[in-house]
């Protein structure tokens, strides 16, 4: 079946500018999550959506990063105002229930963003 | 808060050798314990799993137990192969979602 899917796969910005990045989860699951990998930082958890609610925004690092999920499907994690600092693999991923529980998380590719 | 230490690599192994990749956990509470790999080029995706104490999750040729007393869930494989080459990710999930280590590189050469 279709895994979870995210686009573009590359992006390439200037600073200052806003950016859109979607993620589309595995039909059925109700939890989705960002994160964030890069080099110096490792893998870093961003948001937390439990059908179209976010109760975990604990990872978001300002407030120029923000996410929302539509129909308790698709999600979109924007950043204003790029900094070069922003410069990473967002990752998606989506489970069917609760990861403490054991549920396994299924990740996206990932979208490569480059701050110039 | 919860964290998650595993060794840095990069390690190097010949083919057949024995792979321990050592990770310990912090956590206020009973995490549940992951290993994920990221193949080259590949995206993440989930190795094995343990829910509770004394579990042993297992695929591919590898293991890990999840051990309390010493909040420890070592990735081990007895013979590794070229292809086991990838990048080794211990995490641990509280309050579901996943905190994860620094990620461990291993190359496995002929």
């Known amino acids: 079946g279709a895994g979870v899917s995210q686009s573009p796969s590359n992006k390439v910005t200037e600073k200052g500018k806003d950016v859109e990045l979607r993620c589309d989860p595995i039909?059925?699951?109700?939890?989705l999550y960002w994160y964030r990998q890069s080099l110096g930082q490792g893998l870093e958890f961003l948001i937390y959506?439990?059908?179209?609610?976010?109760?975990?925004k604990s990872g978001l690092p300002s407030d120029r990063f923000s996410a929302e999920r539509t129909g308790g499907s698709v999600s979109t994690l924007t950043i204003q105002r790029t900094q070069q600092e922003d410069s990473a693999v967002y990752l998606c991923?989506?489970?069917?229930?609760?990861?403490?529980?054991?549920?396994?998380?299924?990740f996206g590719p990932g979208t490569r963003l480059t701050v110039t | 808060g919860n964290s998650v230490t595993q060794m840095e690599g990069p390690v190097t192994l010949s083919e057949e050798a024995f792979l321990t990749i050592n990770c310990t956990y912090t956590?206020?509470?009973?995490?549940?314990l992951f290993w994920y790999v990221q193949y080259p080029g590949e995206g993440l995706q989930l190795l094995l799993k343990?829910?509770?104490?004394?579990d042993k999750g297992s695929n591919k040729g590898f293991e890990a137990t999840y051990r309390k007393e010493t909040t420890s869930f070592h990735l081990e494989k007895g013979s590794v192969q070229v292809s086991d080459s990838a990048v080794y990710f211990c995490?641990?999930?509280?309050?579901?979602?996943?905190?994860f280590g620094k990620g461990t590189r291993l190359s496995v050469i002929a």
């Open positions: 991923a989506s489970s069917l229930g609760r990861t403490s529980g054991g549920y396994e998380q299924y």
């Open positions: 039909s059925g699951h109700t939890a």
């Open positions: 959506f439990q059908g179209n609610s976010a109760p975990d």
């Open positions: 956590a206020t509470g009973y995490p549940s």
């Open positions: 343990a829910t509770k104490a004394d």
């Open positions: 995490a641990l999930s509280l309050n579901t979602p996943l905190v």
